[in-house]
């Protein structure tokens, strides 16, 4: 990640989704690489009745579900934490795939910077992620554009479907498949939020177990996504701020509440890879509750080579990026 400059983007996430979103987050110079919300190889079922997301104050528990835009009015919400029951993107990885090339295509038009590194987060079964790295690299190398591969491993919303990351069985799977397809794009590993020491060492072992000549199949994690099992109630307490697929309005916490659990884990791993010559190498992309200038230094110094930005990109807006960087 020495190569992002600067060492900011934004993760995987719903304010990511268009091509509208996807080129705004490309032409801002205060992005080092722009992360696209996750996708399958062909589109995810979404449905706006089920699949939601709401902005929080956690001191309060007071809520806004309408703030499906970016405040770009200069006025400061005070929600700094979110909810989602949201999936994976209604959109396929070959249309986003040709929504870069036009977005890379429009910014060398209009002499707007050099091509910026795109991290494409996918999912799937495991042989359907080695597909979408084989996709992605083959394209890739036709077109000279810089891309990534983030698996995305830690989806706590998909009903039937825990996230493959809390096991070891489930990482190796993926890492033996990834391994097998001797991909030569970076390919990296999106993390859930780790909360005890047996899922940090189940991680550490199923990296080490699929490493061969000192080679590990990813380069980097991005640490961490939302936590799963979350709660904000509506205006009364038997009431639901967002709804979900299971009806209980339960999903994934992201934001300024889930900031120091994040750091945890980014300072966790961060000290366990570096305990393996064969890890070392390995970058990690911080998440979870950045809003600020403070909080990407905090990241940094936890251990993040990079530093991702998600909830805060959805209250603010795009601008968001600048202000962190003392850019605006």
């Not at 790295?133 to 000279?144: E, I, K, T, V, Y």
């Not at 030569?184 to 939020?193: A, C, H, L, S, V």
């Not at 950045?290 to 959805?314: H, I, N, Q, Y």
Request: hydrophobic share 40%; net charge negative.
């Amino acid at each position: 990640m020495a190569f992002l400059d600067p060492p900011l983007l934004n993760s995987a996430n719903v304010w990511a989704t268009t091509e509208e979103d996807l080129d705004a987050l490309y032409r801002c110079p205060a992005t080092g690489a722009v992360t696209i919300r996750t996708s399958l190889l062909n589109g995810f079922a979404h449905d706006d009745k089920i699949h939601q997301y709401c902005f929080f104050d956690t001191d309060s528990m007071s809520f806004d579900q309408e703030s499906s835009l970016p405040n770009d009015a200069g006025t400061k919400m005070k929600e700094s934490s979110s909810l989602n029951t949201l999936g994976y993107s209604p959109t396929s990885l070959e249309s986003y795939i040709e929504m870069t090339l036009r977005i890379e295509k429009r910014a060398v038009h209009d002499s707007v910077h050099r091509h910026k590194p795109m991290i494409f987060s996918t999912t799937g079964t495991a042989a359907e992620v080695a597909k979408c790295g084989q996709l992605l690299q083959s394209r890739a190398q036709r077109n000279f554009s810089t891309w990534m591969m983030e698996v995305n491993l830690s989806c706590p919303n998909i009903m039937d479907k825990p996230p493959p990351a809390y096991s070891r069985d489930g990482l190796l799977q993926y890492l033996t498949a990834l391994q097998n397809a001797r991909l030569e794009i970076p390919i990296g590993i999106k993390t859930p939020p780790y909360t005890y020491q047996g899922q940090f060492n189940d991680l550490i072992g199923a990296l080490l177990e699929t490493t061969s000549c000192a080679k590990c199949p990813i380069s980097f994690i991005t640490a961490t996504n939302t936590l799963g099992s979350c709660f904000v109630p509506g205006v009364s307490p038997d009431e639901k701020a967002i709804n979900s697929a299971n009806g209980l309005g339960i999903g994934g916490l992201a934001g300024a509440a889930l900031h120091p659990l994040a750091l945890g884990n980014v300072r966790t791993i961060r000290r366990m890879l570096d305990e393996h010559a064969s890890l070392k190498n390995i970058d990690i992309i911080g998440v979870g509750g950045v809003s600020d200038s403070a909080g990407f230094e905090r990241m940094k110094k936890a251990g993040a080579s990079a530093v991702a930005v998600g909830t805060a990109l959805g209250i603010h807006g795009v601008s968001i990026f600048s202000e962190i960087t003392g850019t605006c």
